[in-house]
């Protein structure tokens, strides 16, 4: 059985989340939209894949990120907020793409993926409020001429309510963690990657592995749990504060 390792890096500020991103040592790259079905349709003799995302829908992301990776031969997701002409098309001040930027885009391979309509916090919206996020800014997304099937939320806050309302329009959902103290997300992030790893070919191994960065808050506590109850939980503790250092001995524990 080959393994097929996903790494979920507790490390630092921040938590880096590769979320079904199957790992590639060729550097070959899919969107994120088609990774289960490549995973289905795979053998065992199949190279491993990994996605890029962006989030925001910023234009840099086409002036540069977008040419040096199709120079590369590589595409990517990238998630746009819809009603990106407000405050001038631009997001904290930083110019954001276009309708025709994403149509290209999507044309040359990439994915087009929502990031809500108006990037707002989902947690903290009701029930109204946060249908009328996701459905408008898919409604928005595709009236120009884009396919949406999958949504990143703002700030990466997530809960079982704004999960459940997605599943109304979205195939996927993508979350991100800060990453620092994060006792009260750790284990329901763990929760719901298992649901999907549960659908997933019994002939490859998922495996979660969280580098606990020291947390004060009990982190490493809850992981610790999780290994009780998921044979395919790992957690790499850390004391040092020495963040560079500690993303290297990730990788040197994880890939060698």
């Known amino acids: 059985?080959?393994?097929?390792?996903?790494?979920?890096?507790l490390v630092?500020?921040?938590l880096i989340v590769f979320f079904l991103m199957l790992v590639n040592y060729t550097g070959y790259a899919v969107r994120e939209d088609t990774e289960l079905e490549r995973i289905e349709n795979a053998t065992q003799k199949s190279k491993g894949l990994i996605s890029f995302s962006f989030d925001d829908g910023l234009l840099s992301y086409y002036t540069k990120v977008y040419p040096a990776m199709k120079a590369s031969?590589?595409?990517?997701?990238?998630?746009?907020?819809a009603n990106w002409t407000e405050n001038d098309g631009k997001f904290e001040g930083r110019e954001l793409m276009d309708f025709p930027h994403m149509r290209e885009m999507?044309?040359?391979?990439w994915e087009i993926a929502s990031?809500?309509?108006k990037h707002k916090r989902m947690t903290n919206l009701s029930d109204e409020e946060l249908d009328e996020e996701l459905r408008l800014s898919k409604i928005i997304l595709e009236?120009?001429?884009?396919?949406?099937?999958?949504i990143a939320f703002p700030y990466g806050h997530f809960d079982d309510r704004t999960v459940n309302a997605a599943g109304e329009y979205y195939s996927t959902v993508r979350p991100l963690f800060l990453g620092y103290n994060e006792k009260e997300n750790i284990g329901l992030l763990i929760d719901k990657l298992e649901e999907v790893f549960?659908?997933?070919?019994?002939?490859w191994e998922m495996n979660i592995l969280v580098v606990d960065d020291s947390s004060p808050d009990g982190t490493g506590e809850v992981v610790r749990g999780k290994m009780d109850q998921f044979k395919n939980v790992h957690l790499f503790d850390i004391s040092e504060k020495n963040?560079?250092?500690s993303i290297e001995k990730t990788v040197g524990l994880w890939y060698t």
């Open 243 to 245: 963040h560079q250092a």
């Open 12 to 14: 630092g500020l921040f």
């Open 143 to 150: 009236k120009n001429g884009l396919k949406i099937t999958n």
């Open 73 to 81: 031969g590589l595409n990517g997701t990238v998630y746009v907020i």
């Open 198 to 203: 549960a659908k997933v070919p019994k002939k």
């Open 1 to 9: 059985m080959r393994l097929l390792k996903i790494s979920f890096t």
């Open 115 to 117: 990031h809500g309509v």
């Open 106 to 109: 999507e044309n040359q391979g």
